[in-house]
């Protein structure tokens, strides 16, 4: 869409500050509809949330298994764990492959109140307050300012902290 206007004197001054506040009242709600849609499903990092599912459902199919987790229940449930900040998605399939339900996920930090972050320089360390405060293993924490190693650091943290929800060891760090 674009407006043209000659100028004819001093109103036309005034008549393109109109033109352009009528545009943008145009434009506005077309940009506002194409923005990115909220989740469906919104989850707490290291939290879980039931959702309940259409019947037939036999697989679940994870978009980023590095920012949520799913699992079929008997009952008909399903079960989403966040596991890093983001957004994914879940898709539910019959047993010939049929999606039965698709739905975005979204994983957020938990509520400030909850979390105190200590900053020693340019290394954040977290904290969960309530009542006292104790260390709280964050995806973010302790990231090095080289931005070459920032991703590996990032797998490495999300890696652990599922590894170690499981059960498992952390893996060893080549670095002294």
């Known amino acids: 869409m674009a407006f043209f206007i000659e100028d004819r004197g001093p109103a ?103 979390l105190v972050a200590v900053y020693r320089g340019a290394l954040r360390e977290t904290y969960t307050c309530s009542p006292t405060c104790e260390p709280r293993i964050m995806p973010g924490d302790g990231m090095p300012r080289d931005t070459e190693k920032y991703f590996d650091t990032i797998i490495g943290q999300t890696t652990n902290r599922s590894g170690l929800a499981q059960g498992n060891a952390p893996a060893k760090s080549d670095s002294k």
């Not at 500050?17 to 499903?41: Q, Y």
């Not at 399939?93 to 957020?108: A, C, H, P, W, Y």
């Open 12 to 114: 036309s001054g005034s008549a393109r500050c109109i033109l352009a506040f009528l545009g943008t009242l145009l434009v506005a709600p077309l940009a506002a509809s194409t923005s990115v849609a909220a989740a469906d499903i919104g989850v707490t990092i290291d939290q879980a949330r039931l959702v309940k599912l259409p019947e037939r459902v036999s697989t679940l199919v994870i978009g980023n298994p590095l920012i949520a987790d799913a699992a079929v229940q008997a009952g008909g449930l399903m079960v989403i764990t966040g596991k890093g900040y983001g957004v994914t998605n879940v898709i539910a399939l019959d047993r010939g492959g049929v999606v039965l339900m698709e739905k975005t996920i979204e994983v957020v930090p938990p509520p400030r109140d909850e």
